[in-house]
Each structure stands twice: as structure tokens, then as C-alpha cells.
């Protein structure tokens, strides 16, 4: 996707690339313009995240819901300003240890993914802002937990 397209598609600080029929997410681009700290990916054809993907720090919102990603990659945790992030309806069915890594992560929902029973059961149903701030919460300090312990 050119880059001009992209700051095109910026408004103020927020990027839109919902419903681009994405099956790549064009990483060198975003990063040529930290401004976008609100991303919205939404609605695509991603299957899979490439490792360069936690290179952009300055996302502080992400919106990654309705694709089809079946996986996080291993250093996800790197995105540390991230604040609020959504996997609604993708393939996930586990998080990459340094999830508990996202320390000012506030809000997340993971409903919708074929999670394993552990964090299925500590994530909940997400149904409203509260239980997904609660996700937030609970699903960073399992992974933590298991962290810790291994």
C-alpha cells in the first residue's frame, strides 16, 4: 500500500485501514508515520503477523478484530504503549508469553477465538467496556503467572 494512500487515510491521529481487503499488514509504511497511534485493521484477510509488526511502539490502540490471525508474534509484548486492543473474532487460540509485557494494556477482547480453557475462562465474556477492562487485567496477570512459574 503506498504511502501516500496511508497518510491519506490518517485523520488526526487515527489510521483506518478497515475493510481494505488487507492480507499483509504493510509494517515498513506504518512505521513511517508514528503519528498514527490509533490503528484500525479491522475486516481484513490477515492470517498472520510478521515479527517486524512489534516494532511500532507508538500504537496505543489497535483494533485487530474480524481477520483471521491465528497466531501473535513471540515479542508482541514490545508494542509497550499499547492501552487498548481488539481480537474479536480471529483464530487465536494462545497468547505469546510476553503479552504480560503490555503493562499499560486497559482494555482487550479476545472473545470470539477458539482461546485454550485457561484463558478463555480468565478473559470472560467481554460484553460490555468494564468486562473488557477486566480481560485486560486478568489475562496479562495469568500470563504473567505463568511466566513467572516456567
Same mark, same amino acid.
Given at each position: 500500500m503506498p504511502k501516500?494512500?496511508?497518510?491519506?487515510k490518517l485523520d488526526g491521529n487515527e489510521l483506518d485501514l478497515s475493510l481494505s481487503d488487507l492480507t499483509v499488514i504493510p509494517v515498513k509504511d506504518l512505521a513511517a508515520i508514528p503519528s498514527a497511534t490509533r490503528?484500525?485493521?479491522s475486516c %481484513?484477510?490477515?492470517v498472520e503477523i510478521s515479527d517486524s509488526f512489534c516494532s511500532l511502539r507508538h500504537l496505543v490502540v489497535l483494533d485487530l478484530s474480524k481477520n483471521q490471525i491465528t497466531a501473535l508474534p513471540d515479542q508482541f509484548g514490545n508494542l509497550s %504503549?499499547?492501552?487498548?486492543l481488539d481480537l474479536f473474532q480471529n483464530k487465536l487460540t494462545d497468547l505469546p508469553p510476553s503479552f504480560c509485557h503490555l503493562t499499560k494494556l486497559k482494555w482487550l477482547d479476545v472473545k470470539d477465538n477458539p482461546l485454550n480453557d485457561k484463558?478463555?475462562? *480468565?478473559?470472560?465474556d467481554c460484553l460490555d467496556n468494564e468486562q473488557?477492562?477486566?480481560c485486560a487485567?486478568? *489475562?496479562?496477570?495469568?500470563l504473567l503467572r505463568?511466566?513467572?512459574a516456567s
Open positions: 501516500e494512500t496511508l497518510r491519506d490503528l484500525d485493521i %481484513n484477510s490477515i %504503549n499499547l492501552a487498548h484463558l478463555k475462562t *480468565v478473559a470472560g473488557c477492562k477486566k487485567k486478568q *489475562v496479562s496477570e495469568i505463568d511466566r513467572l
